[in-house]
Structure formats: structure tokens, C-alpha cells
């Protein structure tokens, strides 16, 4: 997620360079076939173009709000998740009693650290690549540069899991899912050794099932892929349309002189670019889990999470908030 005011004019470059190129070679392309290779009928009217350009602009329109749908309920699922286990912290503590039994307040921090488990399985799990997800180059580089901060999957788990649980956890599919079955397990034993009754009972399996709750919801987001018919679309309209606008504007600026033909280019640049900028914000904005530069940075939640719950146990040595890379948090 970015966080500075403004966005660094090096990420313009890097979606936009490719877009300015194109622009710059239509533009001048329309006016050498005119000028140069005396084809008049390459100056067609404005309205068709006109056209075209306001149909896809709606269309984009369209993408981009539903982008940013995925994105925003995605961050609103991962702020439930903290709030969820802020609760579920608060409230194992407070039913099962901490500062009486060195046994039961041992037990209190395994159920505690696996959660914090369950939290680094579920961000690895949001971690992994898609076939739909970004893999252009700048991407690649974002990825390679924030990757040399970033500790593995196996040293963030073993911090919180027994050897049996992480020699177990690697065995499962979706390891996200039997570390909250296993906390479930571990909360009936509580209930069978009384040391919580039913309705504490009841109360903690409802927020591991809230916790299930907005687990399916992340995970679908992630494993569902925008509407390819709608991403793949929309590019085409925006080739179309920038094809078809240096020919377009040809016929307008011929109608100034053709001493004025030349600033065909610029202004096809602007509206060229103006249009692929609004996709480019679309496409990025689809898949709000890539660890990419404006998606949720599920990575700063977990460890501020982590911090929260260790903080409750009263341990000392808690782990740094992290920290933003080039404007943005991951």
C-alpha cells in the first residue's frame, strides 16, 4: 500500500513509458501517411472515433470500480482478521485465567502462538503466485528489492509452533485451516478439563469460526480472478480507440492549417495516455494480494498483529513494527 501523499514520479515511468511510445508512433505515423505518403483518406472524422473513445471510457470506468471493490473489501477482510484476533487474544486470557497456574498460563501462550501461526500460514498462503497475476518485469523488480527484507515462511513459523506442529503443519494442504482445527481441538480439551465452561466454550469457538469466516473470504478473493472477459476487453477497446485517435484528430487539426498538423502529437499523447493510465490503475488494482506496490500489505497487519498479542502476554522482546519501503508498506 502506498503511503506517501503523492506517487513518485518513477512509478509513472514505469507504467507509462511503454504507453508514451506507442502514442508518439501513431501520432506519427498519422501525419507521414498524410503528408508524406499523400494518403488523404487516412484522416477520418472525429465522431466515430468520438465514439469509440466514450464507450470505452465507461468501460474502463466500469473495471476500475470493480477493482476497487476487490481491493477494498480485501483490506476490510484482513481488518476483521486483526480485529477477530485482538478478541480471541483478549478473550482466552480472560476466560481461561493468567497468573495462577505456570501450566495453564504455558497453555494460554501455545494457543496464542499458534494463532500467530495460523496468521503467517494465511499470509504465505495470500503470497502465492497465480496464473492471472502480474509477472512484467517492473513487478519482478518490486518483488526481488522488498524480498531481501522479507524472512521465509519456515523461520517465521518456527518461532511459534512446537517441532511436532511444524513438522506436522507441513504435511496439510492448507495449513491455514488445521492450525485454526487444531485450536479448536485444544479449546474442547480446556472445556473436558474444566477449566472453561460451556458458554466460554461456545463464545471461543465462535471466534475461531469467525476467523474461518473471513479466512474463505480472503481465499476467495485471491483464487478468484477478475472476469478475464472484462480485463482482456477493455485492453482491446483502448488499442482500438488509440489507433484510431491520431486519425481522428488528424482531420481536426487540419481544419486549423496544416502548419497546426504537428500538434497532432501532443495532444494524442495526453488523451493516449490519459486512457492507458486509467487501465493501468485497474489492472494493478484486480488482484489485491501480489504484494505489489497499492496492494493490502498483509505482511505489516500480520506483524502488527503479532506484536498486539505477544504484547498481551507481557513478553518484553517484541518484534519492530515494519517499516515503509520506497513510499509503501507490504
Known amino acids: 500500500m502506498y503511503i506517501n501523499r503523492y506517487l513518485n514520479p518513477i512509478i509513472f515511468y514505469y507504467y507509462s513509458w511503454r504507453m508514451v511510445l506507442l502514442s508518439l508512433f501513431t501520432g506519427s505515423a498519422a501525419i507521414l501517411s498524410y503528408e508524406y505518403l499523400e494518403w488523404q483518406w487516412v484522416a477520418i472524422p472525429w465522431l466515430p472515433v468520438s465514439l469509440v473513445g466514450t464507450a470505452t471510457a465507461f468501460f474502463v470506468g466500469f473495471k476500475n470500480n470493480q477493482s476497487y471493490d476487490r481491493s477494498w473489501e480485501a483490506r476490510t477482510v484482513w481488518g476483521a482478521i486483526t480485529n477477530h484476533s485482538r478478541s480471541f487474544g483478549a478473550t482466552i486470557r480472560a476466560f481461561v485465567g493468567t497468573g495462577v497456574d505456570p501450566d495453564v498460563d504455558a497453555e494460554i501462550k501455545v494457543i496464542i502462538y499458534r494463532h500467530i501461526g495460523w496468521l503467517y500460514a494465511l499470509k504465505n498462503a495470500m503470497a502465492q503466485r497465480t496464473a492471472w497475476e502480474h509477472k512484467d518485469k517492473a513487478s519482478e523488480r518490486q518483488r526481488k528489492a522488498l524480498g531481501t527484507k522479507l524472512e521465509s515462511f519456515e523461520t517465521e513459523i518456527v518461532r511459534y509452533l512446537s517441532p511436532e506442529e511444524v513438522g506436522w503443519i507441513k504435511t496439510k494442504k492448507n495449513m491455514s485451516t488445521q492450525l485454526l482445527d487444531r485450536q479448536s481441538q485444544h479449546i474442547n480439551q480446556l472445556r473436558k478439563r474444566d477449566l472453561i465452561d460451556s458458554y466460554q466454550h461456545i463464545t471461543l469457538q465462535r471466534l475461531i469460526a469467525s476467523l474461518y469466516d473471513e479466512q474463505g473470504k480472503s481465499e476467495r478473493i485471491k483464487n478468484t480472478p477478475f472476469p478475464r472477459q472484462y480485463a482482456t476487453t477493455s485492453i482491446v477497446f483502448i488499442f482500438i480507440f488509440m489507433t484510431l485517435l491520431p486519425f481522428g484528430l488528424l482531420t481536426e487539426f487540419l481544419k486549423l492549417g496544416e502548419k497546426f498538423m504537428w500538434l497532432l502529437i501532443p495532444f494524442n499523447l495526453i488523451v493516449s495516455w490519459v486512457f492507458m493510465f486509467m487501465e493501468y490503475t485497474g489492472d494493478v488494482s484486480e488482484n489485491p494480494f501480489e504484494g505489489l506496490l497499492n496492494d493490502v500489505p498483509v505482511r505489516t497487519i500480520v506483524r502488527n498483529i503479532e506484536i498486539d498479542l505477544k504484547d498481551m502476554l507481557g ?16
Open 315 to 330: 513478553e518484553e522482546n517484541l518484534p519492530e513494527r515494519c517499516q515503509p519501503f520506497s513510499g509503501a508498506i507490504f
